[in-house]
């Protein structure tokens, strides 16, 4: 049987037992002439449990909507799967924040790129 580990600002978040995981992750390789059009990778949405856990990890961040305006705020993230690293140095956003449930997405790589500029 496969885990999955997502670790949010250092904190292991509680997670609903075979819901939303295996987690699917999309990598994306960039032309370096339309860098504009991809910045980042991602995964899919992911639900965890409104636990006590979890809002306590997740405290301070605002749902984000696609065609927002506003710069999301993110928290730093890693997702393990088995005991191994598979993405380190991402950052977790959030989308909603249901009665019983959040639901957000990581971003990695070179997401903030042109903000580094």
Do not use: H, W
């Not at 994306?28 to 949405?45: C, G, H």
């Amino acid at each position: 049987m496969s885990t999955t580990e997502i670790i949010v600002n250092e904190v292991s978040l509680d997670t609903f037992k075979g819901e939303g995981f295996p987690v699917k992750i999309t990598k994306q390789i960039n032309d370096l002439r339309k860098l504009k059009t991809r910045n980042a990778s991602f995964t899919s949405q992911i639900s965890f449990p409104r636990t006590a856990k979890n809002t306590g990890a997740l405290s301070g961040l605002t749902p984000t909507f696609k065609n927002s305006k506003v710069t999301p705020t993110s928290l730093s993230c890693v997702i393990l799967m088995n005991g191994v690293t598979v993405l380190s140095g991402g950052r977790f956003t959030l989308s909603s924040k249901g009665e019983d449930r959040y639901k957000g997405t990581v971003f990695f790589g070179n997401f903030d790129f042109f903000n580094l500029l």
